[in-house]
């Protein structure tokens, strides 16, 4: 995690300085030389390149993390547990997971910010004085640093505290053990049926001894 936030760091602060080196450089009447547009260019997009890496390698990692949360909060048996877990159910990631992307939106706003703000000084100042066009610039790019600084490392605090949150909850949940499967009860041995009998033993006694009865002797 503290490899992408420092990318992420390093391609905003790139962005940064190479939109700044373009914008200082567009003035019509002292437009700057075509080798520093280029290099202003190619800074500028390896740092939007380096930070939209940076913000990939963050989401992915959280997002891993957090599955396995959900996967241990389903297995384990959190019902006789005494720790403070951090995590204790799935409305608790829900709320974490509302707080990462809260920091990843603010912190991609924090860059929009400043592009989108010194464009629009840029093309607002275009038609002023060489002078007055590198002063309202310089202004413009202090005051927008400060701006997008504030957002970006507020969102990227953010998005660390919830990632510490997640990783933790994974320590804490794989020291717990898991939930025992309920025992199924065994089916009860139906009981077999009466035979139906066609010819009760009591009928059959009678009818034999009215076999053997002798027969009378006529006279």
Known sequence: MRRFIALTLLGGLAT???????SLALHPQSLAPVSVLLQGCAVLAVGTALFGTGMIGLTDGYERVARRVDEL???????????????SDSTGLQQINRQFWRGYSRTG?????FMAGLLGLTATLGRTSPTLFIVGISAGIIILTVIAAAMSVGGLRRLRTAHIGVDASVRQLSRIPERRAPESARPARRQRSSRITLFPRSSSSTSRSLVREPHLSRP
């Open 16 to 22: 940064l300085a190479g939109h700044a080196v373009v």
């Open 73 to 87: 909060l389903g297995q384990k048996d959190l019902a006789d547990v005494d720790d403070d877990l951090i995590l």
């Open 109 to 113: 706003m924090g860059l929009g910010v």
